[in-house]
């Protein structure tokens, strides 16, 4: 199965990604964690993208598009994979259909979280004092929620138009939410 998780920051899409991933037994690919594991190991990748993730703004098209296409060409996403965190343009929507398309492959759902925006600032203040992330501030966490809500709200209509989006409300317990993404997707937990 390939699929993508859409939702705000802090709706939890890391989380129910990292579950639901295992269990359909396909790759958890998070463009949020590769830019963080480049960052942690000071790769020329990381630095570049430090710069925006750290100002709550996006990582340019060109450099997220060519990290996702050498990622989705590894062995391990040939059966399927799990999107968390792209696309979230535009343009990554169309660069990534063509990367599918290349290989006669196309995506069999993307699945939205739903929450309310209070509640997401909540988490992700919460988030900040327990894992400390640098893109994780007050300021920042705001500036996120409007990139957010300006560039990749607008990707759900074009999904939706493609009959391949399902919202999924995100509050609730981890447990919750995954059983309505099981139960979205026709999945057996
Ligand atoms: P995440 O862990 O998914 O919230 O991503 C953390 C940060 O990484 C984002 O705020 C962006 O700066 C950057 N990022 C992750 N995915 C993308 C993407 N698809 N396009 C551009 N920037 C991204």
Do not use: W
């Not at 958890?28 to 020329?44: A, C």
């Not at 990748?45 to 060519?66: C, F, H, Q, S, W």
């Not at 990749?152 to 919750?176: C, F, H, K, N, W």
Request: include cysteine; charge should be negative.
């Amino acid at each position: 199965m390939r699929l993508v998780l859409m939702g705000p920051p802090g709706a939890g899409k890391g989380t129910q990604a990292d579950i639901v991933s295992g269990l359909l037994g396909v790759p958890h690919v998070s463009t949020g964690e590769i830019f963080r594991h480049n960052v942690s190991r000071g790769t020329s990748l990381g630095l570049e993208a430090k710069r925006y993730m750290d100002a709550g703004e996006y990582v340019p098209d060109g450099i997220t598009n060519a990290m996702v296409r050498d990622r989705l060409s590894q062995e391990d996403c040939r059966p399927g994979f799990l999107l968390d965190g792209y696309p979230r343009t535009v343009e990554q929507v169309g660069e990534l259909s063509a990367m599918l398309r290349s290989s006669s492959d196309s995506l069999d759902r993307v699945v939205e979280l739903t929450v309310d925006v209070d509640e997401v600032v909540d988490r992700l203040v919460k988030r900040a004092t327990d894992q400390g992330r640098s893109d994780d501030t007050e300021d920042v966490i705001r500036r996120r929620l409007e990139v957010y809500f300006q560039q990749t709200a607008p990707l759900t209509a074009m999904y939706e138009a493609q009959d391949l989006l399902i919202q999924v409300d995100g509050l609730g317990s981890i447990d919750e939410v995954t059983a309505r993404i099981v139960a979205a997707l026709g999945i057996q937990s």
